[in-house]
């Protein structure tokens, strides 16, 4: 399949994340297509997976970096098919090029920690005006709509919190934690399905929508699909 027919083919996003949960989202949607520009900010060095190790280096891969060249793995996993820009979103010159983005955009992804886009003037409420199509997708430990939204959250508070951590290891033995990030590799999934279905109403309405994703939503729901109480009960 080339890139002009594929679904997002014309569509373009505005990559407002770091580290695993929201770069993986918007990895999926530069896949199918889309056109996605990534802001990172240049006094934190841009996306934090920028420094995961192992890298990649003249000489191979090392755990340890050995020159301003060497590149995360991480990085050019979840960065691939992107491209990208520095901006401080604290100077106002900044803020107006995102602006000006976001004006021409179709979705914004965000997983900032609670409350930073509001005071960074960010947040949907203060951009949707720019952009009446405007699909804004926030992906969170909690959920951006909850009483505990500002709370931070890791892979594995969420699993513990979840209920997910039960159903694994040997019976009688405390929870384990799953190998994996589950909760971060989950909800990106979850956030990409509401992302492309606030994206087709928004061709119908030509209104947008803010996509509010959770870590815990997204585990819970899993573990909701099995009747694990009632397995216990029997």
Known sequence: MSINTKPLAGKTVIDLTTALAGPYATLLLAGLGARVIKVENPTRGGDSSRNNSP???????????TSEDDMSVSMMLRGRG???VTLNLKHPESKQVLFDLIS???????????????????????????????????????????????RKAMDTIVQALSGVMMTAGEPGQPPVRFGLPIGD????????????SAL?????????????????????????????????SV
């Open 185 to 196: 590799l989950s909800a990106p999934l979850f956030a990409v399905i509401g992302t492309l």
């Open 55 to 65: 890298y990649v280096t003249s000489q191979g891969l090392n755990v340890r970096r």
């Open 200 to 232: 087709l109403q928004a061709e119908h309405t030509g209104e947008g929508q803010h996509v509010d994703v959770s870590m815990l939503g997204a585990l819970t729901s899993m573990v909701a699909c099995e009747p694990f109480d009632a397995l216990e």
């Open 82 to 84: 992107k491209e990208s």
């Open 104 to 150: 021409e955009a179709d979705i914004l992804v965000e997983n900032y920690s609670a409350g930073v886009t509001k005071r960074l003037g960010v947040d949907y409420a203060s951009v949707r005006h720019l952009n009446e199509k405007l699909v804004y997708t926030s992906i969170s430990g909690f959920g951006a709509g909850t009483e505990n939204g500002d």
